[in-house]
């Protein structure tokens, strides 16, 4: 069970992770699972995300349709998993692929 992000109010924390157990639930064990999910606005997106990460520490892509949004996004979710900005390459959870690096 993932501990409360404590920069959310535990209401909200607790409701985030419990819909987070249930995706991660639906993503199952095997490789490249679509799970789409809509409905949440702003940094709402990265909190949900991060609390994913957190059930399901394994590789994870979160595909947007922006670039100024993804980065956004991985700015946000670098806020909710406690990622330093200055990490290097290696020591970073959280990569922007630009779609020019995307078949």
């Known amino acids: 069970m993932s501990e409360p992000n404590p920069t959310t109010a535990p209401e909200v924390s607790s409701g985030l992770d419990e819909a987070a157990r249930t995706a991660a639930s639906r993503l199952g064990a095997g490789p ?12 709402a997106r990265a909190a949900f995300a991060a609390a ?8 994870l892509v979160f ?16 806020f ?4 330093e900005s200055g990490s290097d390459a290696l020591g970073k959870r959280v990569h922007v ?7």
Do not use: H, I, K, Y
């Open 63 to 78: 595909v947007v349709d922006e670039g100024s949004r993804a980065e956004e996004l991985a700015r946000d979710l670098r």
């Open 97 to 103: 692929f630009p779609a020019w690096d995307v078949p």
């Open 52 to 59: 994913l990460v957190r059930e399901r520490p394994s590789p």
């Open 32 to 43: 490249a699972t679509r799970l789409v999910v809509a409905g949440l606005r702003g940094p």
């Open 80 to 83: 909710f998993l406690g990622e």
